[in-house]
C-alpha cells in the first residue's frame, strides 16, 4: 500500500464520519420541526453544528480533494473513477464504499 493510498483511505473515511455527523445532525433539526424533541436540544448542538459543518466543508472536503487528485496522479486512476471519488465526499455513506472499491481496483 502506497502513501498516497493510506492517505486517501483516511481522509475518505473522516470526510464520511463528518458527513454522517452532519446528516445525524439534521435529522435532530426535522424532528425539532416536528415538535418531537425540544428546541433546546437544537440550540445546545450550535457549538457541534458549527465546528463539525466548518470542519468537513471548509477543512476536510478540500483536503480530500488534494488527497483524491494526488492518489489519481501516483495511482493512474481512470478520469470516471476520479470524478466518482470526488463526488461521493457528497453523499452520506457512499465515501466509504468508494475507499473500497478503489482501494481494491488500484492496489498495488
Known amino acids: 500500500m502506497t502513501a498516497a493510498q493510506r492517505r486517501y483511505q483516511f481522509m475518505s473515511t473522516l470526510t464520511g464520519v463528518t458527513l454522517i455527523l452532519l446528516i445525524a445532525l439534521l435529522a435532530v433539526k426535522g424532528l425539532v420541526d416536528l415538535h418531537w424533541v425540544s428546541l433546546s436540544l437544537w440550540n445546545d448542538l450550535k457549538i457541534p453544528r458549527v465546528i463539525i459543518g466548518m470542519g468537513h466543508g471548509v477543512i476536510l472536503y ?4 488534494i488527497v483524491a487528485f494526488n492518489f489519481a496522479i501516483a495511482s493512474r486512476v481512470k ?27 488500484y492496489a498495488r
Open 62 to 65: 478540500p483536503i480530500y480533494l
Open 79 to 105: 478520469w470516471y473513477d476520479l470524478v466518482a471519488m470526488l463526488l461521493c465526499g457528497f453523499i452520506p455513506g457512499l465515501a466509504f464504499w468508494m475507499k473500497g472499491y478503489i482501494t481494491k481496483k
